[in-house]
């Protein structure tokens, strides 16, 4: 079972990169790596998603070393709607096609 | 328009009722979930269902039920044994792009609140 761990929370201001990290010792040789962001009272929606090395769309970047044992979610020059709260999550299990979210990271930026 | 759809946006339920809680997806995914989120919290899984007339449990199932007669509709039933409904519950669809590789797409969830 691939764990995830990340900050709790972050403070930023605008204009600035925020980089999130994210543990996942026990990935597995076929999990990919996704991140979730989400507003209050609202669903998760997905930024992005990768395997290896780096991946980059309109909205973030996300950086995985070679032994894929942590990955770095990169979001350039926040403005105050970036202020949400980020998921970084692995799979899915093998077994029961299910994913796991856990607590998040709350970015918080401030103008 | 594709999407997910969940209703109500707000329910409200009276001790010892059941309430159902309706999602609805025309992205044609074969999967479906249901999450709890209370609040300042993660989301944790309910119930998931792979395939039409078939689902498991997922880690916090006790006190709630599902069925998938159709594979656009995923509703959940919060029953009278769940004794503290009271939270933001969020339902997903996926599709698989290959092992292991996958992406969930959320409804904008429904806010349950206890009377």
């Known amino acids: 079972l691939a764990k995830t761990t990340q900050p709790i929370s972050m403070d930023s201001y605008e204009g600035q990169e925020v980089n999130i990290t994210c543990s996942h010792n026990?990935?597995?040789?076929?999990?990919?790596i996704t991140w979730y962001q989400q507003f209050p009272s609202q669903g998760p929606r997905f930024i992005i998603q990768?395997?290896?090395t780096k991946v980059t769309n309109e909205v973030a970047s996300l950086f995985i070393p070679a032994d894929r044992k942590s990955s770095t979610l990169s979001l350039p020059r926040v403005s105050l709607s970036d202020t949400a709260v980020y998921y970084c999550?692995?799979?899915?299990?093998?077994?029961?096609?299910?994913?796991?979210f856990g607590g998040g990271t709350r970015v918080l930026v401030k103008p | 328009d594709g999407g997910i759809t969940q209703s109500p946006k707000y329910l409200f339920r009276k001790e010892g009722q059941n309430v159902t809680l309706s999602c609805e997806q025309n992205l044609n995914h074969d999967a479906m979930y249901w999450y709890r989120q209370d609040p300042g919290q993660g989301l944790r899984l309910i119930y998931y269902?792979?395939?039409?007339?078939?689902?498991q449990k997922g880690d916090i199932a006790e006190g709630y039920s599902v069925s998938r007669e159709k594979k656009e509709s995923f509703p959940l039933t919060v029953t009278s044994a769940q004794k503290n409904p009271t939270a933001f519950y969020l339902c997903?669809?996926?599709?698989?792009?290959?092992?292991?590789?996958?992406?969930?797409?959320f409804g904008p969830g429904t806010r349950l609140l206890v009377l």
């Open positions: 026990n990935i597995a040789t076929n999990d990919y």
């Open positions: 990768g395997y290896k």
């Open positions: 997903a669809s996926s599709s698989r792009g290959g092992v292991n590789k996958e992406t969930q797409y």
């Open positions: 999550l692995v799979g899915p299990e093998a077994a029961g096609n299910k994913l796991t």
């Open positions: 269902s792979q395939i039409v007339n078939d689902f």
